[in-house]
């Protein structure tokens, strides 16, 4: 993976990240907030060695002074330091449980022993670290007595007497928070690698770039008024969708520019990534281009065409391949421009058989004949075999690839389906791609109402709609 693939898993899952930073600051606060404040105070003790004060009594007086420091230092925690301690101050614990909150060091090559002891109150704590440096001292002196009368040859001293803390030892809010975002930080990053690699989804221009070298010929954003408005002539002419049409219009007729066949049959993986929308409003913009256009539901199993301009389909694409009815009769003309459409007709009980018989491939050389550019809306790839069947009779194959609509090893089907059957794949069309984010595709414009812009005509499937022989081209009904 490239440094571009890593900024772009990044900039999909940054809600993660964000919502997994906070709320590792939140509960850090939180926590720092609900635990109670511990104050600590520190005394410290300075071993010494009773001698004659020669150069050598000083030499093995220190020398026996810091291997015995260790010792004392491990002294602290027992019951004959810490009970006289608890008697001095009428604490109610035990010398085990204070020992909890006692805590005894020496540095390294001195005779300086710290001791530290912690408690909710500072005062308390002042108190009791001192307490237990006095009882250390009572302690050591019994200890290191030679015999009853005799003094120690060891003296401690206390350097540092214990003073009252001004401020709390725990909980550090700081440290806390800081951890709580690094760990945050780190849940939602150890989330982004979980999502992106459970994650089959095909998102955007980059997955696709993974599975094939197809051209893309455009990409369509999410439209949410385009359940209710689908078609391009109920849109503005300077709309983002519109000028989408238009580029995919103009970059299809590049790819398509050196093949004698005049059929483009569009398709997808799956139903719902919004193939027959495609088709309807590729239709419409080679139209708009001044070219007389047929568009064909071959969808015969779920056919929408008729659906989305208000046709009829009873009689169709499969009146006319049964021999009922001359082709002719049975093209509607829609719109002001040179745009035909052939319904489905009737919905067969065996569709692949009539989409692959040889009447099927007449009616295509037959239109191709007579139009400028035959667009054919076939059925998904995967749930049946109808276009696959229809790739073999047509100059190329246009892939609609819903985004978040297919998976990738779906695509990947559909692809090596095509692949079998020698398809010619013009190219993809990315649709229900995201507005903003590192998946929307390339460039649009935005819409605008100016003076001099053109405004949407309603869309009225009467007006719409002009049916008869006297509408179709010339050269059909000679």
Same mark, same amino acid.
């Given at each position: 993976?490239?440094?571009?693939?890593?900024?772009?898993?990044?900039?999909?899952?940054?809600?993660?990240?964000?919502?997994?930073?906070?709320?590792?600051? $939140?509960?850090?606060?939180?926590?720092?907030?609900?635990?109670?404040?511990?104050?600590?105070?520190?005394?410290?003790?300075?071993?010494?060695?009773?001698?004659?004060?020669?150069?050598?009594?000083?030499?093995?007086?220190?020398?026996?002074?810091?291997?015995?420091?260790?010792?004392?230092?491990?002294?602290?925690?027992?019951?004959?330091?810490?009970?006289?301690?608890?008697?001095?101050?009428?604490?109610?614990?035990?010398?085990?449980?204070?020992?909890?909150?006692?805590?005894?060091?020496?540095?390294?090559?001195?005779?300086?022993?710290?001791?530290?002891?912690?408690?909710?109150?500072?005062?308390?704590?002042?108190?009791?670290?001192?307490?237990?440096?006095?009882?250390?001292?009572?302690?050591?002196?019994?200890?290191?007595?030679?015999?009853?009368?005799?003094?120690?040859?060891?003296?401690?001293?206390?350097?540092?007497?214990?003073?009252?803390?001004?401020?709390?030892?725990?909980?550090?809010?700081?440290?806390?928070?800081?951890?709580?975002?690094?760990?945050?930080?780190?849940?939602?990053?150890?989330?982004?690698?979980?999502?992106?690699?459970?994650?089959?989804?095909?998102?955007?221009?980059?997955?696709?770039?993974?599975?094939?070298?197809?051209?893309?010929?455009?990409?369509?954003? $999410?439209?949410?008024?385009?359940?209710?408005?689908?078609?391009?002539?109920?849109?503005?002419?300077?709309?983002?969708?519109?000028?989408?049409?238009?580029?995919?219009?103009?970059?299809?007729?590049?790819?398509?520019?050196?093949?004698?066949?005049?059929?483009?049959?569009?398709?997808?993986?799956?139903?719902?990534?919004?193939?027959?929308?495609?088709?309807?409003?590729?239709?419409?913009?080679?139209?708009?281009?001044?070219?007389?256009?047929?568009?064909?539901?071959?969808?015969?199993?779920?056919?929408?065409?008729?659906?989305?301009?208000?046709l009829d389909r009873n009689a169709g694409l499969t009146t006319a391949l049964i021999g009922a009815a001359p082709?002719?009769?049975?093209?509607?003309?829609?719109?002001?421009?040179?745009? $035909?459409?052939?319904?489905?007709?009737?919905?067969?009980?065996?569709?692949?058989?009539?989409?692959?018989?040889?009447?099927?491939?007449?009616?295509?050389?037959?239109?191709?004949?007579?139009?400028?550019?035959?667009?054919?809306?076939?059925?998904?790839?995967?749930?049946?075999?109808?276009?696959a069947v229809l790739a073999q009779q047509v100059g190329g194959v246009v892939l609609v690839v819903g985004s978040?609509?297919v998976k990738i090893n779906d695509l990947q089907k559909s692809i090596a389906a095509l692949d079998m059957v020698?398809?010619?794949?013009?190219?993809?069309?990315?649709?229900?791609?995201?507005?903003?984010?590192?998946?929307?595709?390339?460039?649009?414009?935005?819409?605008?109402?100016?003076?001099?812009?053109?405004?949407?005509?309603?869309?009225?499937?009467?007006?719409?709609?002009?049916?008869?022989?006297?509408?179709?081209?010339?050269?059909?009904?000679?």
């Amino acid at each position: 993976m490239e440094l571009s693939d890593y900024l772009r898993i990044l900039r999909r899952n940054w809600m993660i990240l964000v919502a997994c930073t906070v709320m590792g600051l $939140f509960v850090a606060a939180a926590a720092s907030l609900a635990i109670k404040p511990t104050y600590s105070a520190q005394t410290r003790l300075f071993v010494a060695i009773q001698s004659t004060g020669t150069a050598a009594d000083l030499q093995q007086g220190n020398n026996f002074s810091q291997s015995r420091v260790q010792s004392y230092v491990e002294t602290v925690g027992t019951p004959i330091v810490l009970q006289p301690v608890i008697d001095s101050l009428g604490l109610a614990a035990s010398p085990a449980e204070l020992s909890k909150s006692i805590t005894a060091s020496a540095d390294l090559k001195t005779v300086l022993i710290s001791i530290t002891a912690s408690d909710s109150s500072p005062v308390q704590a002042a108190a009791i670290a001192q307490a237990t440096a006095n009882s250390l001292v009572d302690v050591i002196n019994t200890l290191e007595g030679a015999s009853e009368g005799t003094p120690s040859p060891v003296k401690l001293s206390v350097v540092t007497p214990a003073t009252a803390p001004p401020a709390p030892s725990a909980p550090n809010t700081r440290m806390n928070i800081a951890m709580g975002m690094i760990v945050g930080l780190s849940l939602g990053l150890a989330a982004t690698v979980l999502r992106t690699v459970l994650d089959t989804r095909v998102r955007g221009e980059a997955d696709i770039r993974r599975m094939t070298q197809a051209p893309i010929l455009g990409g369509i954003s $999410f439209d949410n008024d385009a359940t209710r408005k689908p078609l391009l002539t109920q849109v503005l002419p300077q709309s983002p969708r519109a000028e989408s049409f238009r580029q995919i219009r103009t970059n299809l007729q590049f790819a398509h520019v050196s093949h004698e066949s005049k059929a483009v049959l569009v398709t997808s993986s799956l139903p719902g990534e919004g193939k027959t929308t495609t088709a309807t409003n590729l239709a419409i913009a080679l139209a708009q281009a001044g070219q007389s256009v047929v568009l064909v539901d071959a969808d015969l199993r779920r056919p929408r065409v008729d659906d989305y301009l208000g046709l009829d389909r009873n009689a169709g694409l499969t009146t006319a391949l049964i021999g009922a009815a001359p082709l002719e009769e049975l093209v509607q003309r829609w719109g002001e421009d040179e745009l $035909f459409v052939l319904t489905s007709g009737q919905i067969p009980p065996n569709p692949s058989e009539l989409l692959g018989s040889a009447p099927m491939k007449e009616l295509i050389k037959s239109l191709e004949s007579t139009f400028d550019a035959v667009i054919i809306d076939a059925p998904p790839l995967l749930p049946v075999t109808d276009a696959a069947v229809l790739a073999q009779q047509v100059g190329g194959v246009v892939l609609v690839v819903g985004s978040s609509r297919v998976k990738i090893n779906d695509l990947q089907k559909s692809i090596a389906a095509l692949d079998m059957v020698d398809a010619d794949v013009l190219g993809i069309v990315m649709n229900l791609l995201p507005l903003k984010g590192p998946d929307a595709y390339a460039y649009t414009y935005n819409a605008y109402n100016g003076e001099g812009s053109k405004a949407s005509v309603p869309f009225s499937p009467d007006s719409a709609v002009q049916r008869g022989v006297s509408h179709f081209p010339a050269q059909i009904r000679s």
